[in-house]
Nanobody
Framework: QVQLVESGGGLVQPGGSLRLSCAAS????????MGWYRQAPGKERELVAE???????KYSDSVKGRFTISRDNAKDTVYLQMNSLKPEDTAVYYC???????????WGQGTQVTVSS
């Protein structure tokens, strides 16, 4: 069973930056893909960014050019660097991991990001 623990959320002013971390309980080296999703109040959970085992990345249009996903296999950790934050980025951010293509994802507990002046 993969356990994921997110950290790094908080309150930041518009235009500011945050870096989220997702620490996995086991090796992430062989995981098919890991990613970040977010869910704002009253909205559905949406994909923010994803990184595959091979290092390919994918971003939602709303964060492209502002957010960067990366992984450190030695630390079994995935990061989400968020720059130029906007109020509409406010949400609970969740880390997910897909061990094998097509399998159900594992989820972390989420971390709150609030962008407000």
């Amino acid at each position: 069973q993969v356990q994921l623990v997110e950290s790094g959320g908080g309150l930041v002013q518009p235009g500011g930056s945050l870096r989220l971390s997702c620490a996995a309980s086991g090796s992430i080296f062989s995981m098919y893909a890991m990613g970040w999703y977010r869910q704002a109040p009253g909205k559905e959970r949406e994909l923010v960014a994803e990184i595959t085992r091979g290092g390919s990345t994918k971003y939602s249009d709303s964060v492209k050019g502002r957010f960067t996903i990366s992984r450190d296999n030695a630390k079994d950790t995935v990061y989400l660097q968020m720059n130029s934050l906007k109020p509409e980025d406010t949400a609970v951010y969740y880390c997910d991991a897909v061990v094998i293509s097509g399998s159900a994802p594992h989820w972390g507990q989420g971390t709150q990001v609030t962008v407000s002046s």
